[in-house]
């Protein structure tokens, strides 16, 4: 086996420096933001160690990075070497017994324990890894037990190392080339290319049980005088996430044509690219052909992110139902979760029947023989329903809300009687009357 083993003093991106390796071994590891580990030992038919590092210099260079390179026969010796810039293993410190017991800086306490070895050694007289080799395995292991053997079984390289394989992210994209003067920003022809890349996105999505969270439009233009920056990246951060492309499509298209109207595009497209950046677990079951719930519900978070694009996060809200028995009070906005992560259906089961729409303020009314004063407008009364809905907190409740002041001629308190009317002409109004008998008009049905 050959290592080879990239270390950069300070933190670096490893994560995309190994992806950029994989042209050279599929079999890498990393540690932590240092260090990058790549098997060349079973490519030395593609290529020799000297054009390996021939080649990762240039790729360092292009990306303006420093790293310290060196070639090993195992992870232990070429992490030490890279580490400590040393070209053999009898000259490294002490201190290079702790990447040989734990190349990855897992094991806390086997690092401690190692750290006081070390502290044991120079205390007599040993100074690297030379001396450290020197010493009898059986006095080693008679003076630090296992944590010795383990070191110098790891120096000898007759303790295997289990390899971490490392193995990047799977990225989802979706990209089509145009001929040379295709199209210049007609919204029509980008609108048709993205529904097919939707189309083999959700495909793809779909046979992995996943919604899209996050999704990113690249329009790449020609680069002109007129246009110095030629992609024109659109990220879509979905409130609710998206699993078809009818819906999507239209939240692509408000944002798009509101951009493409205050910026139009000033020279040709050459490309059109959509990414998923963020997905998040869908339902895997096969489609419910007697209910169709799921399809409703992926309308109504289309419908919701479609009026975000349209009017504003910060304008569009979720009605969510609270345990208040007040109807004023028995809902609160929020715009920071998605429909399917709310769970009414306990709360939803204990409240009764409420109007369409509610008065801000209950409006105070005057209930005579027969008649409903509404705004000084008399209303004849169809029928008043007999049933009675009383709300009553409890003296804590009731404690509390007394210490509000009045509004509009009534307090905020839970003893109401509530009534439903039907008054003359058909039209259904919700009605309670406090403890001081009087009536006030709530909402209207219908």
Not at 106 to 115: A, C, N
Not at 377 to 392: F, S
Not at 399 to 409: F, I, K, N, R, W
Not at 425 to 430: A, D
């Amino acid at each position: 086996m050959r290592v080879a083993c990239l270390w950069f003093d300070e933190p670096s991106p490893v994560l995309r420096v190994a992806e950029m390796c994989l042209r050279f071994s599929p079999q890498i590891a990393v540690r932590d933001k240092h260090a990058v580990f790549i098997e060349i030992g079973k490519c030395k038919r593609l290529y020799t160690e000297a054009g390996f590092l021939a080649r990762l210099q240039v790729v360092l260079r292009r990306n303006n990075l420093t790293a310290s390179v060196f070639i090993g026969s195992d992870i232990t010796d070429s992490l030490a070497l890279a580490r400590y810039k040393k070209f053999s293993v009898d000259s490294l410190p002490l201190e290079a017994l702790l990447d040989f017991a734990d190349p990855f800086a897992r094991d806390e306490v086997l690092q401690k324990s190692i750290t006081k070895m070390i502290s044991s050694f120079r205390d007599l007289g040993i100074k690297n890894v030379g001396d450290f080799k020197q010493i009898p395995s059986a006095d080693l292991i008679g003076r630090f037990g296992v944590v010795g053997r383990h070191c110098y079984q790891r120096l000898q390289q007759e303790s295997p190392i289990q390899w971490p394989t490392w193995k990047p992210e799977e990225k989802i994209i979706e990209r089509k080339e145009f001929p040379y003067f295709e199209f210049y920003g007609e919204l029509d022809p980008i609108l048709f290319e993205l529904k097919s890349q939707l189309d083999r996105i959700f495909q793809r999505l779909w046979a992995r049980g996943l919604k899209v969270r996050k999704l990113q439009v690249d329009v790449v233009c020609e680069k002109t005088s007129l246009v110095p920056n030629p992609v024109r990246a659109f990220i879509f951060d979905f409130f609710a996430p998206q699993g078809a492309t009818k819906g999507t499509l239209k939240i692509l298209k408000e944002r798009l044509s509101k951009e493409f109207e205050k910026d139009p595009i000033k020279s040709p497209i050459e490309a059109l690219q959509t990414q998923v950046l963020a997905t998040c677990p869908a339902n895997p079951g096969q489609r419910n052909f007697l209910n169709s719930s799921e399809e409703k519900l992926e309308q109504l978070n289309s419908l919701h992110n479609q009026l975000i694009e349209l009017c504003g996060k910060e304008n569009i809200f979720q009605a969510e139902l609270v345990a208040d028995r007040r109807p004023e009070r028995s809902w609160k906005k929020t715009h920071d979760r998605p429909h399917e992560d709310i769970d009414d259906s306990k709360i939803i089961a204990q409240t009764p029947e409420r109007p369409t729409f509610f008065c801000r303020t209950p409006l105070k009314v005057e209930v005579t023989a027969g008649f409903v004063h509404i705004n000084k407008k008399r209303h004849r009364i169809a029928h008043w329903d007999p049933t009675v809905e009383r709300i009553n907190g409890g003296w804590i409740e009731t404690a509390v809300e007394m210490t509000q002041l009045p509004q509009d001629g009534i307090r905020l308190t839970f003893d109401r009687n509530y009534y439903r009317v039907e008054l003359e002409g058909g039209q259904k109004v919700f009605v309670f009357e406090n403890p001081n008998h009087e009536f006030f008009l709530h909402g209207y049905y219908g």
